[in-house]
């Protein structure tokens, strides 16, 4: 089965500055990854995603970029701020396979 | 956010307690899921019912008994858990069975085993 890896485990930031995460994956047939944000005692909630047709995908500060020759997307938050601070999953998966989750990033935006 | 609830959201109970989590969701979707989300390890498929029908076991101990009946309700029974069951365990939903699209989580129940 997919086999998905995320790093870095956590992550801090000045407020302002960029974060970077990113995830590898195993099966080359995986075309669908989303992100999720899960801040603390609350449900993850999908933040952006983006289909193997794309190379990126931006939405104001967050933004995804895929690599499909080496099997690997990232994450791009910019200009972040205390309230980015959150635990960040990524995801894999094509059409009738489960999602495969990545171990999660504990992000936190230092004021 | 009401999309998908799930009841209660913290529960303790000992090793030989039987008690029962619910999920519900209001955004018309025909498949739930059942995750476990322990510490440091990536979210875990239980369960997975599609139109109510079972169609995925991820090798779950019987210990944990899933059950759908209809598209909007979801329930997992709990029986002579273990303390190592002590999780996070979140309900989602999509349209249908493993959609590549989004998956609606719930907020989760925070279960302790003593």
């Known amino acids: 089965g997919e086999n998905v890896e995320q790093h870095p485990s956590t992550l801090s930031v000045q407020e302002g500055d960029s974060a970077v995460i990113k995830c590898t994956y195993s099966?080359?047939?995986?075309?669908?990854f989303p992100w999720y944000k899960q801040e603390l005692g609350k449900r993850p909630q999908l933040i952006i995603d983006?289909?193997?047709?794309?190379g990126e995908k931006k939405d104001q500060r967050i933004a995804v970029t895929l690599n499909k020759t080496a099997k690997h997307f990232s994450l791009h938050i910019t200009e972040t701020q205390p309230e980015d601070s959150a635990v960040y999953f990524c995801a894999a998966s094509y059409p009738g396979n489960q999602f495969y989750f990545g171990t999660g990033t504990s992000l936190t935006v230092i004021p | 956010e009401t999309g998908v609830t799930q009841t209660p959201r913290h529960l303790v109970m000992g090793m030989t307690n039987k008690k029962s989590l619910k999920c519900e969701q209001h955004?018309?979707?025909?498949?739930m899921y059942w995750y476990k989300q322990s510490a440091k390890k990536p979210l875990e498929l239980m369960f997975v019912?599609?139109?109510?029908?079972?169609?995925e076991n991820n090798s779950v101990p019987s210990r944990f008994s899933p059950e759908c009946p209809n598209s909007s309700h979801l329930f997992l029974h709990l029986h002579t858990l273990q303390p190592e069951d002590s999780a996070l365990y979140l309900c989602a939903s999509s349209q249908e069975r493993f959609y590549t699209d989004t998956q609606y989580f719930g907020p989760g129940t925070r279960l302790t085993v003593l």
């Open positions: 019912y599609n139109f109510k029908e079972q169609t």
């Open positions: 955004l018309g979707h025909n498949a």
């Open positions: 099966d080359s047939a995986s075309n669908y």
């Open positions: 983006i289909r193997s047709n794309v």
